[in-house]
């Protein structure tokens, strides 16, 4: 009887039994994650740029391309970065290179979508690395979906 009259032990019968309390009766579910629109898997293929510039994420349905070295990529998944909205969203469905060689977000990097793809050849030797960085990452981050290729005028 000496242990029901010590008051730690009424303490901690309390906290005790308001954790059980809350844990048995507050066992409602997180809500779960809002659905995302469905999207038909994309087939590997080539892009002109002209067929690449729909791709931009102007709408939640939307997918997101862009192209980095005459590779096309799937970056959909990054929206927030990629989207109409995002840091990189101008490169959202046109060929990043060199822009991304250049650290440049300016629409002046951006070759027009019925010209020639850039051959780039007049980029410095660090431009060129960092655009093989970007390359890597896209690469190891993105699916492949695509090269880019002339458009066919």
């Given at each position: 009887?000496?242990?029901?009259?010590?008051?730690?032990?009424?303490?901690?019968?309390?906290?005790?039994?308001?954790?059980?309390?809350?844990?048995?009766?507050?066992?409602?579910?997180?809500?779960?994650?809002?659905?995302?629109p469905k999207q038909t898997a994309l087939v590997f293929r080539e892009y002109t740029p002209k067929e690449l510039e729909p791709f931009n994420g102007s709408?939640?349905?939307?997918?997101?391309?862009?192209?980095?070295?005459?590779?096309?990529?799937?970056?959909?998944?990054?929206?927030?970065?990629?989207?109409?909205?995002?840091?990189?969203?101008?490169?959202?469905?046109?060929?990043?290179?060199?822009?991304?060689?250049?650290?440049?977000?300016?629409?002046?990097?951006?070759?027009?979508?019925?010209?020639?793809?850039?051959?780039?050849?007049?980029?410095?030797?660090?431009?060129?690395?960092?655009?093989?960085?970007?390359?890597?990452?896209?690469?190891?981050?993105?699916?492949?979906?695509?090269?880019l290729i002339e458009n066919k005028d």
């Open positions: 009887m000496s242990s029901l009259a010590n008051p730690v032990n009424w303490v901690l019968a309390a906290v005790l039994g308001y954790i059980s309390y809350n844990y048995f009766t507050s066992s409602a579910a997180p809500p779960p994650p809002a659905p995302r709408t939640p349905e939307t997918r997101i391309l862009m192209a980095v070295k005459g590779n096309v990529y799937d970056v959909t998944r990054g929206r927030n970065f990629y989207g109409p909205d995002g840091p990189y969203g101008n490169f959202a469905g046109r060929d990043a290179s060199r822009g991304l060689a250049k650290n440049s977000f300016d629409k002046d990097m951006l070759s027009p979508v019925d010209g020639p793809i850039d051959t780039l050849a007049d980029l410095d030797d660090d431009e060129k690395e960092s655009l093989n960085d970007w390359a890597g990452h896209f690469e190891g981050k993105y699916q492949l979906v695509g090269k």
